[in-house]
């Protein structure tokens, strides 16, 4: 149906930058929200940042002013910027769409597989 395909992880210095990127395919008809979620060593996922269909933005208090989210919608793709990395960061970033395809006029939940991020103090 429909796949998520993130790149962009790696290992970084504190201080340093990244930009993940999520690229959404198949029968897609219609995209709502995109979001990155992250999960760090023995914590529960928590949202990141999340762009809707209409632009707006929101983020985690703890990656405010530092992350920014964007999407470019001819591209189905969803992109983080993050800067002045901290090791706090360190998790799997997963990217998260709300979607309809051709086959389901329902709005579904997908994942992607998931990127590693880690940074070093």
């Known amino acids: 149906q429909v796949q998520l395909v993130e790149s962009g992880g790696g290992l970084v210095q504190a201080g340093g930058s990244l930009r993940l990127s999520c690229a959404a395919s198949?029968?897609?008809?219609?995209?709502?929200?995109m979001a990155w979620y992250r999960q760090g060593p023995g914590k529960e996922r928590e949202l990141v940042a999340v762009?809707?269909?209409?632009?707006?933005?929101n983020y985690a208090d703890s990656v405010k002013g530092r992350f920014t989210i964007s999407r470019d919608n001819a591209k189905n793709t969803v992109y983080l910027q993050m800067n002045s990395l901290k090791p706090e960061d360190t998790a799997v970033y997963y990217c998260?769409?709300?979607?309809?395809?051709?086959?389901?006029?329902?709005?579904?939940?997908?994942w992607g597989q998931g990127t590693q991020v880690t940074v070093s103090s």
């Open positions: 998260y769409t709300s979607c309809q395809t051709f086959d389901d006029a329902t709005y579904g939940a997908y």
């Open positions: 762009v809707t269909g209409g632009g707006s933005t």
């Open positions: 198949g029968r897609i008809r219609n995209i709502n929200a």
